[in-house]
């Protein structure tokens, strides 16, 4: 059984997105439980989410899941843009709402670039600059 999609294809937010992840080297998306996933080999950046006790809600649909480094994970936690999502939260992954404040593009970059570093092959990485 197929999931639903859970985001608009048009949807604004993931078309500032797509650019930022399919821009490093040998990335690709496909749609996954219902939501654009972005990788190498992993996953490293996921278009919408969700929270423990609230699959329904749409109030995460317009985010981006990444895994940072630990400092970054504990600096965003105490920020109200980021969350914690279902299913990704437990293995280190945050959620940054792109709806919970004006978004800071370069931020979104930094942050998937160093997702894409946590999880990409060592090869991929050294292509980096």
């Known amino acids: 059984m197929s999931h639903p999609r859970r985001y608009q294809p048009d949807d604004p937010y993931l078309a500032r997105l797509r650019p930022l992840c399919l821009g490093l080297p040998e990335a690709s998306e ?3 439980h219902g939501q654009p996933n972005f990788y190498t080999r992993k996953v490293f950046a996921v278009f919408g989410g969700v929270v423990k006790g609230d699959h329904d809600s749409d109030r995460w649909s317009q985010s981006v899941l990444i895994l940072p480094n630990l400092l970054t994970r504990e600096a965003a ?3 109200e843009r980021f969350f914690v999502p279902a299913y990704y939260g437990p293995y ?3 959620g940054l709402n792109f709806r919970a404040a004006e978004v800071d ?4 970059a930094d942050l998937v670039e160093e997702s894409y570093r946590n999880t990409a092959p060592a090869r991929l990485v ?3 600059p």
């Not at 593009?105 to 979104?108: A, P, R, Y």
């Open 92 to 94: 280190g992954w945050v």
């Open 126 to 128: 050294r292509l980096l």
């Open 30 to 32: 496909k749609e996954s």
């Open 105 to 108: 593009w370069d931020e979104v």
């Open 77 to 79: 936690l105490h920020d």
